[in-house]
Every structure is written in C-alpha cells, then in structure tokens.
C-alpha cells in the first residue's frame, strides 16, 4: 500500500541488471563513452530529429539547466503557481540561472490558462529594464496535480511562446504517464506542439537516477555542456546513467512501465468510485490521484501501514473539517494486490 | 590494460549487490530513508565522531559544496595550482560559491608549500574590501599528481588554517588511497590533523556514483541541506546512494579496493623500475603512477590497446623530444594480468 | 507643473554647495575620509545609537546589498507585491543575493498585511529544502502607493519578524516624507518599531545620488563592506555622497525638504477636492497622491507642460473607460505656483 | 603635496558648475532625459562612430558590467595578474558574472606580454568543459605600474583576441591620460586598434563619479542595459552623471585636465632624476611615477603633510633594506607649487 509518491519505489529488474552490465565493464568517463554516445542516438530516433541530449541525475538539475541555458539578465519565467520549480527546488532554478525570476501563473489542474498567461506577459512588453524581461515559459506533463495537458492546450501555450520570441520548455517528470495516457508519440507531445526543450525523466518511472535534459534545436544547446559541468551535474561514470536509459527504452519499457502505474491509478480511481465517504478532489488522468476523505479513515489507513501524502486545499475545494486531502500515487511497481489491500482496509 | 582512470572502471559486484537489493524496496524519497540515515551514522563510526553527511553524486559538487558552505563575499581559496578544483571543474566552486576566487599555490607533487601557502596569506592580513578576505584552504588527499599528504604535513596546514580563522578543506576524491598507504584511521587523517570538511569520494573506488559531503563541525553544516538541494543535487532516490555506501563499508570493503588498486600500482612501479628507457616522473605512492617513456613505446602499447592520459609536462621535468609524460592509474579492477600485458607490450 | 516623479527634481542649492566645498579639497578615497567618517557618526547621532552606515549611489542597490547581508541559500524574503524590489529593480536582489526569492504579499495602499503576512510564513514553518526558509521581510515606507506605515503598524510586523527570527529590512526611498508626516524621531520609526536594517534615501529629497545602508545591530554588518565593493558600488570619491549627506542634515534641511514636498502634496490633495470630474483613488498622506481624472483632461494637462505617470489600476478601483488613473508626486522643489497653474489648467 | 592618488583629488570647477546648472533642472529619470541622449551621442562623435554607452558610477562596475555582458558559462578572462581586476576589486567580475575566472597573465609594466598571452590560451584550444573556455581579453591603460600600450602592443593583442574569436576589453580607469601622452585619437587607442568594449573613466581625471562602458559594436550591448539596472547601477537621476561629462568634454577640457596632470608629473620625474638616494623604480610615461627612496626619506616627506602610497615590490626590483618603493600619482589639480613643495621637503 506505497502510494506516498513513485519516487518512493525502487528501480525496474531491467535497469538493474544494465546496470550490473556495465558495471563490469570499463569506459570512457564524463560522458564520452559509447554507450553515452548510443543512447544520445536513441533519444534523437525515439523523437524523430536530432537532438542534443545531456544526462543528469535530478529533475531539479534538469529544469535549472534548462533555464540556464536560455538565460537572459532580468530574466523571467513564466510557470504554474503549484508548479515544482516554484514549490519544490528550494529555489534552484533562481540559483543556476544567477537570479531570474518565476513567476507563477494560475489555472485549473495546475496547468498555466493561456488566457492568464498572455495577461501576465503583457506587462513585458516591451520589456523593461524596470521590470525585467521575460526569458522562458514552463509547463509540466504531467503536472504536480495529475493534470496532463492535451495536444492542442501544449500548442495553444507555444502559440504564446512564439509571438513572444521565447522557448517553451516542459518539465517532464512524468513524461512517460503522459504519453502513453494521450496516445500520442514523443515528438508529437514535445517538438512537433512547439516544445523547445525538455526535461525527460525516468528516475520516477523505473530508474534509479536518470534524467535527460533535451534540445530539440542543438544549437541552441552550446552552452549546455558547460552549465552543466561547473554546476557538478556532470557525472565521471556518466555511462551508468546512459546504462538506465538503455534499459529504459530497450523494448519500451519505459511505456511499459507509465502504462502499468497509469493502470493502477485506474484501478484505484474506479474502485474509489464505487466507496461511501470518499470523493475524487479533481479528476486526473495519469498516476497521481487526489482525494477527499475522511480523517479517521486516513489515520486507519496510514496505522494498517499505507503511505500517501497529505496535500495542500486549494481555496476552491469544500473539505469538510472531519476531511481530509490525499494523494495517492500508483508507480511502475505498483501491484493490483496493493490497491486492493487499500480498499479492503478503506471499507473497513 | 586499462590505465587511463579509476574513472573508467566500473563498480565492484559487492555494490551492485546493495542497489539490486534495494531496487525492490520502497524507502523514503529525499534522503529520509531509513538506509539514509543508517549510512549517516556508519560514518560518524568510521570516524569516530558526530559528522553531518551529505551525499552527492559527483567530486565538483562535493567541492562546489563545501565552499559555499563557508562561503564570505570576496572570499579567496587557498589550494595547490595543480588542484582539481582549478584545472578540472570548469569553475564549479566560482559557480556555486557565487563568485570566490581560486588561488593556486605551488608545492612540489601538487602538494600545497606550507612557506608558499603562508606567503600567500600575508597580503590579506588584514583583509581589505580591494582584495578580498581568504575564505579556505583545500588540499586533496591523493592528489593529482599522485601525492599524498603525510599526518605531519596536513597538521602543518592545519595550523596555518587554524591561525588565520580558516577553515580547511580536504578533496578525498582518492581518500582510501592514501588511507591504505598512510596506514591511519580516517579520524586521524581528518579531524585529528586539523581536517573541517571532506569531500569523501567512492565513485572512483568501486562505485557508480557516490560521494559524500562531510562536515566534522556539524553545526557548520547548518546551511549545506539547502545549498545541496538548490544546486540541483538532492536525490529523490538518494538511498541508492546509500545504498553504495553500505556495500562500499561493509566487512571494510572500501579498504580492500584500495588496498588492490594500490597494491597493482605498486606492481607497475616496480616493473617499470625494471626496464630501461622509461622512468618514473616523480615518485608517488597511491595508486597514479607517472612516467617518461619513448613517444614509439606509447604509441605502440596504445595500439596494442593499452589506455592511458598524457600529461602535462611541468617546468621542472626533462622530456626529450622523443619522449612523452604519461599516467597510469591502477583501479579496484585493475588485474595483475593487465599489468603484467602492459609489460610484455612495453618491453618487446 | 513636474509631477513625474521626485526622481525627476534636481537637487537643493545647499546639497551643491557642499559638492563645491569638497571639490576644491583632496581626500582619503574609498569610504577613509575624514568626512566618511563624520557623516557615519552623524547618522548614529539621528539615530540615537551606533549604527553601521554604508553609502551607496541608488536605492536598488541599497536594497539589494541589505537582503544580501542577510542571505540565506534557499532564502525568501516576504514583502508587498507591489514594492519596488518586485516591481522596478529588474530583479536587482535577485542578482545581488545570487538567487533569493521575493515573496509578494498583499494589502491595501501597498502596505504588507499582517495577517496575510502571518499566512505566506505558515507554510515555511519549519523550513524545508523543498520550499526554502524566510530569510528578511521588507516594508517601504513611503511606500510604492503613497502609504505610510503607523508605528504601531510596523510594530505589528516587527512583532512577526521577531517571532520568526527574521530580519525586518525597511526601503527608506521617501523616508523623510514619512518622517516628518508621522512627526516621529527617525529611532521612533525604525529600531525603537524594530526594523533591522534601513535603505535611507536621500536622492530623491534633495540630492543627486545619496543613500545609505544602514545596519541598528552593527555586528550584522560584517560582510557588508565586502558585498559593497565587490558588487561595484563603492564609490573611489565616496566623500562626494558623504558631502550631498553633510549638507542634508545640516540644520534639518532634509526634514525641511519633506516638509515642503508634503505641503505641495497636501495643496494638491487640497486643491483637487474641489475640483469635478477629479477623484482621488486612495487616500494619500506623503508626498504622491493617486488620482482619476478624465483621459481629456490628462492630455490636455499634458499637452500644457504637465508631467504626470500613468499607473496600472488596481483590480479593485472602478475607473471608468473615459477616465484614467494618474500619479502627481511633488518633490522638494515644487512650487506653489506649480501646483495652481496645474489646476488652473485642470478646470479650464 | 598630495601624491597619494588621483582619486584623492576634488572635481574640476567647470564639472561642478554643470552639476549645479544641472540641479536647477528636472529632468526624466533612469537615462532618458535629453541631457543623457546628448551626451550619448557626444561619445559616439568622440570614438567617430556609433557607439552604445552606459553610465555608471565606479569603475568596478564598468569593469564588471563589461564582462557580465560577453560572460561565458566556465569563461576565463585573460588579463594582467596586476591589473585592477584581480588585485583591486574585492571579485567583483567574478561577482558580477556570476564566476567567471580571471587568469593573470605576466609581462613588465603590467602589460600583458602577448607571447605570455598566446601560452595561456593555448591549453583552451579547443575548449574543454574541464578547463572552461576563454571568454574575453583586459587590458588596462594607462595601468596599476604606469604603463601604457603602445598603439602597435594594442593591436598585437588584439590580433591574438581576434584570432581566437575573443572580445578585447580596455580598463580606462585612466583613458585621458594615456591618450594624451600618446597623442592619438580616441578611436585610434580603441576600436581601430582592435578594441571592442571599453571602461572609459573620468572620476579619476577631475570628476566626482563618472565612468562610461562603452561598446563599439552596439549590437554586442544588447544587455547591458538589464545588466546595470539589476547591479543597481543605473542612477535615477543620472542625468547627473551625464552633467559631468558634458564639461568633461567640452572645449576638451578632459585632455587638458589629464596633459595637466601629466605636466606635473613629469616635473616630478624631471625633478627626481636630479635628486641622490632617489630613483625610478620603473620608467613610466603618464600620471604616474614609482620611486625607490630611503625610508628616512620616506617617513620625512609624511611628516611635513606629503602623501603617497607604499607600492608592493616586484620579484625583480632591487630595494636595500632601508630604502622603500612608493607611488606618486599627479592629479589635474596638482600644481607646480605642490611637486617644488616635495622637493624641497625631500632634499633637505
């Protein structure tokens, strides 16, 4: 009964054993080596055009590196309020890019209203050196609320982005639940909707650490290696992060596994469905659920040995006083027996 | 015959083992595992005091880290001109410190000249707003060209440290190198000698990526949770670092590796000791070697499949055009019969 | 009939006549001078206790030096959403702290509510390396939209700043015109209400570039003089800041000045009030007053020598689509016959 | 007998003249009033071509500022391990970069030996993410030891700056005083020497706080203007900045002010060459001298009201152990009296 967060599991059997491979091998270190090499390849096949690709061992590495690239002084980036940038890094994108700003921008699901978007931008413009001048927009497939947003809400975004001059970047923590929820290709949910750049992770997908920070223009990409070096993300057996991908992409795995965690959150959203005193907060689509409950069966839960998170009420949410908000997610190792185990005590 | 890097070895089985084990375990994400926590205490146990630990998972952010943690505006850092911090992390501790500056001293064997250090110091006592205010001493122990500070010679530098009100830093990205050849406990090689911090790194030794951030001072630790998490370098699933460390520490394995890697260094030495036309550049005691040979002799041992890094030629040292300056590093991997290869190609 | 703004002023006959006097004189440079050091004393002698004292050129770098005197990494510094740090520096102490966040705060007439303040504080307590820790908050007084703290309001956030162990920064831009409308002692309206550390502005009351940073607790000014040079505003001919201050203070002329600037103001307020068509959006006391007025008679004001900025409408202020929402700001050297040339243009 | 530096001296009366006309003013704030247009565009017909200014108020920002605004991630700066820079500046380009590093190159007289120059690039050819990549050249004139390129040594450097496709930079904390002495054309000692940014200063030369970075290739410049606003460098009035070098320049006050400067200065020279026990420590050329003197002498000259600075002796410079190596800097405002006074004073 793990559902406090799909970081919380472990790693696939497939990339441990790539792993153990490689392990007994040497190579090229700083990520020059062969297989490096190979799977930066892979990543261009798998999104049908070239790109730059730079292996890193944290989303939060990723996302800075990915603002710090697109650097500008008096930056400012343009994300969901909720998102993780904003609440979860500890102000790490401020820290590698030496100062820009984020600016939170509200809508429902955690995922940026373009119609608000276009109104927080249109102070900056013309930008000025008074109040700065906007550098980046940001969204998260999926996002920190399980909102995933649709092809033409992706598009509709870098139709913004565009008029404005400025790179759309996606923060895909959960790119693979996502994708395989949409039914669409890598390239259609990124480059081919107007994605820029992207933060490709696997670590909560089934890895240990392996997360890709992803050009969908190379040249824009010439500072990169540089960033992400004298940042310390640059990892001398850099080959063992390339050993996970390997794994990862190898007979798609990394679908299998979204695919898996997305049928499990299925699982407990239809069987949550059919419970008294239980209420879905939102709907979602991917392998994050949130939902309203009641205190004492949250405490009983938790002592039967389930684990979830707690969540903070959105002001426009009713939770009763004897209420609670949870989240649950399902991850690649999620099995139906868990779920089950967790209605059983739920009805209990 | 690999002998480019420890860096290019690959990982010990006994450390495959630990994070194949904990791949099919839930744990707390963010370094809050119950693993996490038991691997901070083991190494207030290996060094027999209360240490803060942090892990990371490269040497520069390890380094980057420390000094940010006693950072100073205007701060100088005081490590030997050959350091890695200077020459091999693409301004990683300016990055992260926002700014301090490197001073590179000199010292014979990459090993900083405690005259030369003292001298070095003079200009800024008092410190001034133009020139700034020293912030660290840094040395590395073993260090780049193969040196290793004897427990007198770290002391002497402590108590230069200790009377300008510095604190001293310890790059142990070779630690178990040079505690295997020191024959001393890692207290004595640390704290006893007047050691602050210590970037304790394993990466090279049989791991795939670990390293940790130690503070002998745990209150001066005060800040490195945030600066490791804004740097982008808090795991989510830290544990599988950890989970290294456990392996790496138990029934004293990390001393075994380097005691191996060691032990067929010593094998190349007394080798090449054996045969004319080549000669060791300096003498060293870990497990780099460094030696002058034939550029023919290189070139064909290349061909032959041998790996190995040129290196720069100090001032000091007599290269005849016909000769070239290599090293060779001996890994936990490394096998007598590479050595021994390296030799039958040397020789014929 | 100059109502742009205070910035727009020159500066008053007896600020140049001290420049005069000390061009003609040699003097210590960089902040050594025998007139550095009496106007130190001074400001310690205004503020009834020893203070540290740094001069600096514009109040964004005022600013931004104090928030990165109390820097902490992951730090965020709570403030109104419409202050100047958020609105006008260019994310000036975001580069100045490498990164701090400004934590915008609402409240009527631009002044932090204490109780919205308690509320964005709840989440950080306690901190997390998630979210960041608070590091300062910071109050404007005169603020962005003419408001005046009380003391006993600033005694209020003093009481949240303590209770979290926060620094309570103040931007003193229009310091003088609080002062002298409140009729307290500058300690009554900074460390006796418990504000920490003061950005005192003078530049825009009377001088050409005069501000001062200014540490109540001195001991907590350690870095400052570091932070000050190394970000390059440490003037060579500091005295010539330290003259425009000798001659501010002499015989209360700043209070003099405010006094004069706030008279014009109040002629305004006064003047206004009888006028149809003119409303005043919010109740002012210092020197800005915030009008709505017909789009016809602002450009016809302008098009007679008015200057005036527009300001963006509160969400919350019914402005009609004929009408517009302006700022007048009378400065020290506004004159009546200004302000009654303006209303003879306003009721033609 | 004031000979301490030319930054103890006042400010020319036709300097403060235009700052007092400029204080009856108003005038628009931030760099947009007409006075700053025009003085603008005066630099653009001084360096005959367009160029793109920014004003500060310190050296230190101009310098710092100009490295921010070609800044590299892991960029290396190649200048004279004298230069101000390094020695003088608390780090603050490494501060206002956000870490790049200053690399000292030697030569005599603090000007960069070209062949040192080459030595130092060549191990960042091509760049490696390790060793970090080259990101501008600094020159200084005239510099820290008196120096001054030779309109040949500049075009040699920058031959090397161009070919390794790096901007060359020029520190003119003391521009008019090397361009008088070598009697060429502003454009001529900048741009058509191969100079692309320059720190044009005139603090030194008979302002209060006037400094101008200036690009020749205004494109390049593109951020500049954020890069000041958010160092909080840009004045609010800083038309009064603009008031200093409308004096400065007219009737070429600037060159008379600096050839007057330079008069006194080789009546020093001339003087001294005729004086026992006392010699040139060091030919120099413009405003300043360096003179080895016995301490007796030395601690004299103080005692009658002489002030000069102590100056560190280089490695090769010959001082018994009762003389000492001092600097005499001539002012615009010295007078003939003043170095006759010094004389007197020094063969007594």
Redesign the interface.
């Known amino acids: 009964m ?1 559902f ?2 799909d ?7 497939e ?2 054993a790539s ?2 491979a ?9 990520g020059d080596s062969a297989l490096d090499r190979e799977i930066e390849q892979r990543f261009s096949k798998i999104f049908e055009r070239e790109v730059a690709v730079f292996f ?10 990915a603002m ?1 690239a697109v650097n ?5 980036i343009f994300c969901h309020r909720d998102s993780h940038m904003i ?6 994108v ?9 600016l939170g921008i509200a809508g429902a699901h955690a995922k940026i209203d373009s119609a608000l978007l276009e109104a927080a931008l249109a ?1 900056f413009d013309p930008p000025s ?5 906007p550098m980046a927009i940001s969204i998260t497939q999926q996002n920190e609320a399980g909102g995933i947003y649709g092809i033409a809400e992706i598009t509709k975004i870098a139709a913004v982005a565009k008029r404005r001059g400025l790179p759309l970047h996606m923060d895909g923590a959960r790119f693979a639940n996502a994708l395989v929820r949409l039914e669409v290709t890598p390239a259609e949910m990124t480059w081919k909707a107007g994605v820029d750049i992207l933060s490709f992770g696997a ?2 997908n089934g890895c ?2 392996a997360e890709a920070l992803v050009f969908f223009d190379p040249p824009k990409a010439a ?1 990169a ?13 850099s080959r ?1 992060v390339a050993a996970q991908f390997k794994a990862y992409f190898e007979d798609d795995l990394w679908l299998r596994l979204a695919r898996d965690a997305n049928a499990m959150a299925d699982r407990l959203r239809s069987g949550l469905s059919k419970v008294g005193n239980v209420r879905e907060a939102w709907p979602t689509q991917g392998n994050e659920i949130f939902v309203v409950l009641r205190r004492a069966d949250a405490d009983r839960l938790r002592k039967a040995g389930a ?1 979830f998170d707690d969540w ?1 009420r959105p002001a426009d949410l009713a939770v009763a006083p004897d209420e609670t908000l949870i989240r649950l997610v399902a991850a690649f ?1 999620t099995r139906p027996e868990d779920v089950d185990a967790f209605f059983v005590e739920l009805k209990r």
């Open positions: 793990q406090f967060s970081n919380w599991a472990g790693a696939a059997p990339v441990m792993l153990a490689e392990a007994r091998r040497y190579g090229t270190a700083y890193v061992g944290t989303g939060s590495a990723a996302n800075g590196l710090a500008r002084p008096g930056g400012v609440e979860g890094e500890c102000g790490g401020e820290f590698l890019t030496g100062g820009a700003r984020l102070p050196v008074h109040g700065g001048q670590t909560k240990i650490a500072d290696a540089f960033l992400r070096k004298r940042a310390g993300h640059l990892f001398s057996k063992f684990t903070a190792s």
